[in-house]
């Protein structure tokens, strides 16, 4: 039985929201538990990581910077006094698969600078989980 696009949403909600969090709170560890174990990770133009010890590092650049990660993209995370925007939403669903498009932006009030990109993310449930298999983004 196909999903419904509402219920691919309520089932990427609360994924979303941890990813989010984790993400934000710089647990690298929970964001990549989000992951299949033979997950996909590509930052389009740049590299890509498969599986779960190589997404987690991959990861290391995009989390709130501790003693250990720094870079120009963690500074203007941290600059940015305007949460992320999630535009374009577009869910596509299988029994057992949801793929979800959408674009991303946010403003670095210090600077006035826009950043963002596109991103598009494949879930596959398995068990009684929905675990990330390939996860593409271009900032």
């Known amino acids: 039985m196909t999903l419904t696009v509402e219920e691919a949403k309520a089932i990427l909600a609360p994924i979303l929201a941890s990813y989010d969090e984790w993400l ?27 599986g779960r010890d190589q997404i987690k590092h991959a990861l290391v650049p995009f989390a709130i910077p501790t003693e250990s ?18 535009t374009n939403h577009h869910y596509e669903a299988t029994s057992d698969h949801i793929i979800f498009h959408a674009v991303f932006s946010s403003k670095v009030i210090a600077t006035c600078a826009v950043f963002g990109g596109k991103f598009e993310t494949i879930y596959r449930k398995e068990g009684d989980q929905w675990l990330i298999i390939f996860d593409e983004f271009q900032a």
């Open 24 to 50: 934000a709170k710089g647990d690298v560890d929970g964001v990549s538990s989000l992951y299949s174990p033979d997950g996909v990770l590509v930052h389009k133009g740049n590299n890509c990581a498969h």
């Open 69 to 86: 990660t720094a870079s120009i993209i963690l500074f203007l995370f941290l600059l940015a006094q305007t949460p992320f925007h999630i």
